[in-house]
């Protein structure tokens, strides 16, 4: 037990859309980490909030016809209400939008102006003259400066993963409208992040937490720091200090929400908020891998800057796929807690299961129906279900009481000897371990109840009998705590069926090694209950029928897109042409020089059709020709049109009967 208290935080949820189990990745473990850590009788404040400001919620907003704040509202609700049923249980969430952390915000960019680290730019920023506005982050799209993919204006999401400033993404177009945005001059404000590579040198090796997060940031410190532009155009969000026209970009009010529902939690139960922020009790936060950047690079450089304490661990998890499938909203592939899971009666606690114990916490893990129902049946129900059963109903039914005898000591040694590979996985943040050991007593008390097999033993010795179910019960005992961090709900039932009338929760790590508070039981009954063949089936059904609605869509959006109105069509001009000469380019294999005859006017054209034409063939051919394209070069070679053809081979577009060199085609 450490004498100074714990903070722990989670990743805050996006407040433009409802919750799925990709967020669950984080949070289950952290309340697992948070539970486990009460039981061994440290003080922990678990704190998060909703991600309110952006342009993704400007724009989810203006779709519904509603404002930002009215969004932010309801998803913060939503989000809080669903931890909640997930038995993830923070002593404060809050809402970056809230007065006070738009205050915590103001006094940190201040902060950082008088300490050096602000300085304003002019820059060039995507701005679109249809719209009449310059386009912040997500309302522009375009090509990724660095590996070429298609990107969003604030990040290479789709490629690399490179945070993008404003200005550097290629070929932008504007989301509003789709038509192309131009370059315009606009001023700004910099975090002078190249000043902290020498602090986060020293600071990352000694960062606690998950090697990945350590290694991702180490990574991007070796390939050079730039500079942050920390403002953006937009009405939502804090405004930056003496300006109007700019607000804080929302990866810097973001973080500082954790200073301020720490704050918050302190002014509602008189706590401390500094001992963590400026003081040395820990910090440790909770994160998804996607943004181990922001929270291992940004935001410490952030916080030593203006004054505050950088953080102490950061735990990022691995990333969610659906059935081995990439973790896609706009694709189907997604499970949504609520509407696919607690609304249809499932246990929240089956779910925290799966989470914890399916893989390592920095690996990928796979959602999959009937792996969830393979490892809830033969692992949850079968392993810990059936041991909890058989133990209480023989005691209630053969001997009426708990034996009043002390555990023999192969017993207490077993559970201790959990205790520690727990405690062991726990604090290295290797929650599947951590699962395993704990299910290693489950298997170990089915088997020492099998061996014994007390309904026989019962016949000829029951001082022996009520030893080896005394034995039992203290194992039941000593499961029930372990297992309130990972399904706590279906622990405090357990510890209901041990007599007890208080919470698991509240107990100490060690108490399952000590006794029982009553001598009868009561009457027992099954909580752990099997997920039948035909639920998955249910569940299964609906994911497909979700992925093939996703492509239906999908495909209808690309022929929407492929589409072009008779205005567009008319834009095209195409007119017969007889080809006078053509020539092979030096050089090429696959280009012809060739001369047209328009009727008014000669036209040199490049075309691609060299390995299907001999060029004294071509002499006299009439042709289709696109006449009003932009010159362009190939080869060096300046070509004024295109020779329409069609197929793998080529086949050259022509007319039934002779016309006239120049006729347009209707």
């Known amino acids: 037990m450490s004498n100074k208290p714990l903070l722990v935080t989670c990743g ?4 433009n859309g409802p919750c799925h189990i990709g967020h669950l990745r984080t949070y289950v473990p952290a309340d697992f980490f948070v539970r486990y850590m009460r ?3 440290e003080d922990v404040v678990f704190v998060c909030g909703s991600d309110n400001h952006g342009t993704p919620i400007v724009i989810s907003a203006e779709a519904e016809g509603i404002t930002p ?3 932010s509202e309801r998803y913060n609700e939503h989000f809080d209400t669903t931890f909640k049923r997930m038995n993830i249980c923070f002593d404060r969430f809050g809402m970056t939008d809230d007065p006070i952390n738009h205050d915590m915000t103001k006094e940190i960019i201040q902060n950082l102006i008088d300490n050096g680290y602000i300085y304003k730019k002019t820059i060039n920023q995507s701005y679109c003259p249809h719209c009449k506005m310059f386009l912040p982050d997500r309302y522009v799209e375009g ?25 550097e993404i290629i070929d932008p177009v504007c989301k509003i409208c789709g038509e192309k945005a131009e370059l315009r001059e606009q001023e700004h404000y910099f975090f002078k992040l190249s000043d902290f590579a020498e602090f986060l040198n020293e600071y990352l090796p000694g960062l606690k937490g998950t090697l990945n997060a350590r290694n991702y940031a180490s990574g991007w410190i070796k390939e050079g720091l730039h500079d942050w532009c920390i403002t953006r155009t937009l009405n939502w969000g804090v405004k930056f200090p003496g300006r109007d026209d700019l607000v804080v ?6 973080p500082i929400g ?7 939690w302190a002014k509602k139960t008189g706590g401390n908020w500094e001992q963590f922020w400026k003081g040395d009790a820990p910090v440790i936060h909770f994160i998804g891998q996607d943004i181990i950047y922001h929270h291992c690079i940004f935001w410490p450089s952030l916080l030593k800057g203006s004054g505050f304490r950088p953080p102490d661990a950061v735990i990022a998890s691995g990333m969610v796929k659906i059935d081995d499938r990439k973790f896609s909203k706009s694709r189907g592939y997604v499970v949504w807690t609520n509407e696919d899971y607690l609304d249809l009666g499932l246990p929240a606690d089956y779910l925290r299961y799966y989470l914890l114990s399916y893989t390592s916490h920095t690996k ?5 129906w009937k792996e969830y129902q393979a490892r809830i049946n033969n692992e949850i129900v079968d392993t810990i279900g059936n041991f909890f059963y058989r133990t209480l109903h023989f005691t209630s039914r053969k001997i009426g009481s708990i034996p009043k005898t002390e555990p023999d000591n192969e017993i207490t040694e077993q559970i201790k000897k959990t205790i520690e590979e727990v405690d062991k996985s726990a604090r290295n943040y290797e929650f599947k371990s951590a699962v395993e050991s704990v299910m290693s007593l489950g298997n170990f008390g089915n088997t020492y109840i099998q061996s014994n097999a007390p309904w026989k033993l019962i016949k000829t010795d029951k001082t022996a009998t009520e030893q080896v179910i005394r034995n039992c019960l203290q194992v039941v005992k000593a499961l029930t705590i372990l297992l309130d961090s990972v399904i706590p709900q279906k622990a405090q039932e357990s510890w209901e069926l041990l007599g007890f009338k208080d919470k698991v929760k509240d107990h100490s790590i060690n108490d399952a090694l000590t006794g029982f508070e009553s001598e009868v039981l009561p009457e027992p009954r099954i909580i752990f209950n099997k997920i039948e063949d035909e639920r998955i089936e249910e569940f299964e059904k609906t994911l497909r029928k979700r992925v093939n609605e996703a492509n239906l869509k999908e495909n209808s959006n690309i022929r929407d897109e492929n589409m072009i109105t008779i205005d567009e069509f008319a834009k095209v001009e195409l007119k017969t042409a007889t080809v006078l000469e053509a020539e092979p380019i030096e050089g090429s294999k696959k280009l012809l020089r060739i001369q047209v005859d328009l009727g008014d006017e000669k036209r040199q054209i490049v075309s691609g059709i060299a390995k299907f034409y ?18 362009a070069r190939l080869c060096g070679v300046e070509s004024n049109g295109m020779i329409l053809a069609a197929g793998d081979e080529a086949s050259l577009l022509t007319t039934k009967r002779d016309v006239s060199p120049g006729t347009k085609v209707l």
Request: hydrophobic share 25%; glycine share 10%.
């Open 12 to 15: 805050l949820p996006y407040t």
């Open 39 to 41: 039981h061994c009788g």
């Open 69 to 71: 704040r009215e969004m």
């Open 143 to 167: 090509i990724c400066p660095y590996c070429g993919e298609k990107a969003r204006g604030d990040e290479c999401d789709q490629g690399c993963g490179k945070h993008l400033e404003p200005g």
């Open 249 to 254: 970009y929302v990866w810097v009010d973001a």
């Open 258 to 264: 954790y200073i301020s529902f720490t704050r918050e």
């Open 364 to 368: 990928e893990l796979n959602f999959s």
């Open 614 to 631: 001999k060029p004294e063939d071509l002499k006299g051919q009439q042709v289709i020709v696109v006449t009003n394209l932009k010159p």
